[in-house]
């Protein structure tokens, strides 16, 4: 994995919702320069405490993006190559990273190539998607040369959707290529479930998702039962012997976390731990401001869970703020300990309802989750400790081993 990678935390954006784009490509349109909009947006995510800016498909496509017809030209209804090199550039100038987001499964209908270059099925139901043919050389070589493309205008990886419908031997054939001329670009694969550290063996891939814990963390909170996280976190660490896995409570594909947990008592506790565990760590835009959203299976579905942003952050409501607190404040926990990145969770205590994670670097982390209806002593020594994040920027509690209900505290040593 990248160095730089290892201090990476991501504010994850969909471009073509973000700036209020079309639902349809109209063909001959006029270019509408909209990714600027973006630019407004950039101090506001490094306030957030992110590093880097990991975009949806800003490739020409014929509806959502992920229906690309031509990987080498920016959706004019986001802007032009003009507008995406400023974007970069001012990223860069801010020291963002900029990840890009590849669809190299399949491709819109409309999509130029000879016939060889298609399979004959369409991916996951879906008619208007293609799937490409990954044993032919030529897609090979297709993928290496779009990939190197965008490396050259300055992007620092790719987000690979869809990975896991894709032959890892193909990623193989593609990223050895695509690193002997950007060794320290990183790759991370859309991987669902299935054998993470096996696909990350054969593919090359840098990381993929780690939807299994994403699904843990919501689930373990809505039912009362830490048990399942329990279980998670030991699979989570035993990946981390292989590589790091790309961790989110949120995504462009998913209901938002603040509409997936029954309690809003509990977005505290799930950001905690994500940012408490090792991983390479995300926030979808929006989920900062504890915005909701439903996904639902269906045509326009993920409407709800990509809508437009203000001009700039000044027009925001009240009530997200909050929210973007706790993120600032959890975010600086894991930056001020980077070594997190790497570092197994040991459950030091484990209820249904109470669990203590413990994480072991250049110092210590302790996380206390309570999410009973009363306050809760943990067994634990807390000598040495001191108070890194609460929910509220309060005074600190009298007692650090004691957990108010439905509360959290992540404490520091070391």
């Known amino acids: 994995m990248a160095s730089w990678a290892d201090h990476a935390i991501w504010w994850q954006v969909y471009p073509l919702g973000f700036v209020g784009a079309e639902a349809a490509l109209t063909e001959g349109a006029p270019v509408t320069h909209r990714l600027g909009q973006l630019e407004n947006w950039l101090d506001y995510a490094i306030d957030l405490g992110c590093s880097g800016l990991m975009l949806g498909p800003v490739f020409a496509a014929e509806t959502h993006g992920y229906d690309t017809i031509d990987h080498y030209r920016i959706d004019p209804r986001l802007g032009d190559h003009e507008d995406f090199d400023r974007l970069v550039a001012a990223a860069r100038a801010r020291g963002l990273r900029v990840l890009l987001d590849g669809v190299f499964n399949h491709v819109g209908r409309s999509f130029q190539a000879p016939p060889e270059w298609f399979r004959e099925d369409v991916f996951e139901g879906h008619e208007q998607l293609v799937v490409l043919n990954h044993d032919e050389p030529a897609v090979v070589q297709y993928v290496v040369d779009v990939m190197c493309h965008w490396l050259e205008r300055g992007i620092d990886g790719w987000r690979l ?65 830490f048990f399942e996280l329990d279980y998670a976190l030991k699979r989570h660490d035993q990946l981390l012997d292989t590589f790091v896995p790309q961790t989110f409570v949120g995504n462009h594909d998913v209901t938002r976390i ?157």
């Open 161 to 225: 959707d869809a990975a896991y419908a894709v032959p890892p031997n193909f990623w193989h054939q593609v990223l050895t290529q695509a690193r002997s001329r950007f060794p320290d670009a990183w790759f991370v694969g859309e991987v669902i479930h299935g054998d993470y550290a096996g696909y990350v063996n054969q593919s090359g891939l840098d990381s993929v998702t780690q939807y299994e814990l994403w699904k843990a963390i919501w689930s373990s909170l809505n039912d009362g039962n």
């Open 258 to 414: 603040a509409s997936q947990l029954r309690d809003e008592r509990h977005l505290g506790h799930a950001l905690a731990i994500l940012f408490a565990v090792a991983g390479v760590p995300s926030i979808y835009y929006g989920d900062e401001q504890a915005f909701r959203g439903v996904k639902e299976e269906r045509v326009g579905g993920d409407d709800a869970i990509r809508p437009a942003f203000p001009a700039g952050p000044d027009e925001l409501g009240e009530a997200g703020w909050p929210t973007y607190r706790v993120h600032q404040r959890l975010i600086g926990v894991r930056r001020r300990n980077a070594w997190l990145v790497r570092a197994p969770a040991t459950v030091e205590h484990l209820t249904n309802q109470a669990i203590a994670l413990r994480s072991e670097g250049d110092g210590q982390v302790l996380v206390l989750l309570n999410i009973s209806d009363q306050p809760y002593r943990f067994p634990l020594d807390t000598t040495g400790f001191a108070v890194e994040a609460l929910p509220e920027e309060t005074d600190e509690p009298e007692e650090l081993a004691v957990v108010q209900s439905h509360s959290w505290l992540v404490l520091t040593s070391g």
